[in-house]
């Protein structure tokens, strides 16, 4: 998985609620192997001309500014890699589906949660100016911006894990770092075992 | 499920064996044919290699698998309960958002995505660094007719939103869950993702401990005594503090259908449909037309009068059997108007109902009767509505493009989409039950 320090990139705004991960990634696609790669592949039914990820200004953007609940539905982790193959490495939203919430952190893609307000704010001042910047640190728990331009700008904090911001800082997955606990796993099934002995 | 193959390649990228092959099971379920209960009905390969790879690597890895062939093959959600498998007071989690489903029994039970399957493979542990927030839905009073599980949910996430529970485990309390049979309340739960929340659950009591009683996988003799004593001591505390309080009174719940394409999209069949200038913001009016657009409605429409071109039962919100009796008894003696499925959920469950005659019920009316999975729901195994096409369907999602590309879904219980093939448009199931035509 790719570290994750800072990302100062275009944002694109994306005005909708409720975006699923159904949308983000269909379900015919999914059997296809991780290697192939699903950039190509999100939002594959929803783009429909005039889609903001299409527009010019979007190119190399890496900063997503979505709606209330986005990627709520279906666990598929192929909505995450949709969207870092595509090149984001965050999704800022009002609210965001639990499990897609868990599965960005596994990518090396960064959910950050901000007031409904703020995001709608954000959503106007970028549609107002395509392919202006934001700055996000990791570290320092901050997103900064649009950069650039007198519209919109503010510096907002944002709340993350410890745990998860230390995996995602380091570049490194869970399960090695689980497997190192393996005695009080053990420990903890042994004890498990004695009460629940029928499962 | 068969579609855990990223979880089981990064077991062998990594070297690592399963964890705990004793506390591990799958069936296929997401691609398999519902035409033919074998591999040689999955016509096309990739489809076929996915249900391949989980026989496979349950041969490799030792767990219990219930492949094609195996009456007890079925989707995850419905086969877990039926097995015994899904035991009160134990952590249960599955590749897929609707694990939710088996809270109805007691279990903390929550959907993970493919790199959490690949830790809990390896680990048989999970990282939960955010603790949920909790919420408490009490539904009192008791149900009208014609009113079931499925409209008590639509109406909770009509009331509550597609986010209202989102960070969140849902325990449903109240006399109509008390009342409800473990199937209706695995209904229930499992829509408690639609709400936005992680799990959903009911507390265990005599109906969940009858229901568990011989199951296969269940604690036999003595063991069952000392489980049961346990499982008493789960259901929360009477003067236990929830994050959250919402109450509804179950006896004004109708029949619902959704209208949208989000869940939260559900109304009574009753209902009109409204004009989205009325929604409250402007980011919801927004997503309220938008909506319309794609189902091809006019504001003013009334729900009973939109037409259906095809019904759905199936899914593992309805596809058991009293969801399969509730349709027959409203499909019986009569004829299905638009091409209609139904799809159990498990080889068992169709046995089940071949035993009490409800296929015949189905056939007779015209209906296909295939072989169980997840089928139209999702439609990973071809199993698609056609664009435009108007679905009555008793799954869960009515997202832009789930049952295929332009399908346009209206999620109702099994009673209503039975109503929905008999006269070819949404309809109030009340009135087929009182006699009418
Ligand atoms: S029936 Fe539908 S919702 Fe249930 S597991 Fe299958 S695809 Fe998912």
Redesign the pocket.
């Known amino acids: 998985m790719e570290k994750f320090t800072t990302v100062d990139a275009p944002a694109v705004a994306l005005d909708m609620a409720n975006v699923d991960t159904d949308q983000i990634i269909p379900a015919r696609f999914l059997w296809r192997p991780r290697a192939e790669g699903y950039g190509h592949l999100l939002f594959h039914d929803v783009r429909k001309p005039g889609f903001p990820l299409d527009a010019p200004s979007a190119q190399g953007a890496a900063v997503l500014v979505a709606g209330r609940n986005f990627g709520c539905g ?1 666990s598929r982790e192929h909505a995450a890699w949709a969207l870092v193959d595509a090149g984001f490495r965050v999704v800022i939203a009002p609210s965001l589906g639990d499990i897609f919430y868990s599965n960005s952190f596994k990518n090396g893609l960064l959910p950050i949660v901000l007031p409904d307000a703020r995001c709608m704010e954000l959503r106007a001042a970028l549609a107002r100016n395509p392919g202006a910047r934001m700055i996000v640190d990791l570290e320092a728990q901050t997103v900064t911006g649009p950069v650039g331009i007198n519209d919109g700008f503010a510096i907002d904090h944002f709340d993350v894990d410890p745990f998860r911001k230390e995996l995602l800082l380091a570049g490194e997955d869970e399960v090695g770092f689980t497997l190192r606990h393996a005695d009080a796993i053990r420990t903890y099934e042994a004890e498990y075992s004695r009460v629940m002995p029928w499962v | ?1 068969d579609g855990s193959r990223a979880g089981f390649k990064f077991l062998a990228e990594r070297g690592l064996p399963l964890h705990s092959p004793g506390h591990s099971f799958g069936t296929p ?2 691609y398999v044919s519902t035409a033919g209960h074998d591999l040689d009905a999955i016509a096309e390969p990739h489809r076929r290699e996915m249900v391949v790879d989980l026989a496979q690597n349950a041969a490799k890895h030792g767990f219990t698998h219930f492949g094609l062939g195996d009456a007890r093959q079925g ?3 419905v086969i877990g309960p039926e097995q015994g498998i899904t035991l009160p007071g134990i952590v249960m989690v599955c590749g ?3 694990t939710a489903s088996h809270g109805a029994l007691g279990a903390l039970a929550f959907g993970i995505g493919a790199s959490e399957v690949a830790h809990v493979l390896a680990t048989q542990t999970l990282w939960q660094s955010r603790k949920p927030g909790s919420m408490r839905i009490t539904v009192d009073g008791r149900l009208r007719g014609g009113v079931f599980a499925k409209d008590v949910i639509l109406a909770i996430i009509a009331r509550i939103g597609a986010a209202g529970g989102t960070g969140r485990v849902i325990e449903y309390a109240g006399q109509v869950f008390r009342d409800m049979s473990v199937e209706g309340r695995l209904t229930v739960c ?1 829509m408690s993702i639609e709400a936005g929340a992680r799990a959903g659950m009911v507390a265990p009591d005599e109906t969940t401990f009858a229901y568990l009683k011989n199951r296969p996988f269940a604690p036999q003799g003595e063991m069952w005594d000392s489980a049961v004593a346990f499982w008493r001591t789960l259901p929360s505390d009477p003067d236990a503090v929830f994050d959250a309080e919402v109450s509804l009174d179950g006896g004004e719940i109708t029949p619902f259908a959704t209208r949208g394409t989000s869940p939260e999209h559900a109304a009574p069949v009753t209902d009109a449909i409204p004009d989205p200038a009325v929604a409250p913001t402007a980011e919801r009016r927004e997503a309220y037309a938008r909506a319309l657009e794609y189902m091809g409605l006019a504001p003013g429409t009334r729900m009973d009068a939109i037409p259906i071109d095809r019904v759905f039962i ?4 309805n ?1 058991r059997i009293e969801d399969l009796r509730a349709a027959a008894h409203v499909v019986k003696g009569r004829k299905a108007r638009v091409p209609s499925w139904a799809v159990p959920g498990s080889g068992l469950v169709k046995r089940q109902a071949e035993a009490e005659g409800i296929d015949r019920v189905f056939k007779d009316a015209g209906f296909e009767w295939r072989e169980p999975g ?2 139209m ?2 439609g ?1 195994n071809g199993d698609v509505v056609e664009p435009g096409a108007h679905c009555a369907s008793t ?3 009515n997202f832009v493009g789930r049952q295929g590309q332009g399908a346009r879904t209206h999620l109702m219980s099994p009673a209503m989409a039975a109503a929905a093939a008999v006269t070819g448009h949404i309809t109030d199931v009340r009135r087929l039950m009182e006699g009418g035509t």
């Open positions: 279906s | 499920h379920d997401h989707i995850v959600h897929d958002s609707h499992n199936g899914s593992c919100t596809s997840c089928s729901c999702v990973m799954s869960n999602r």
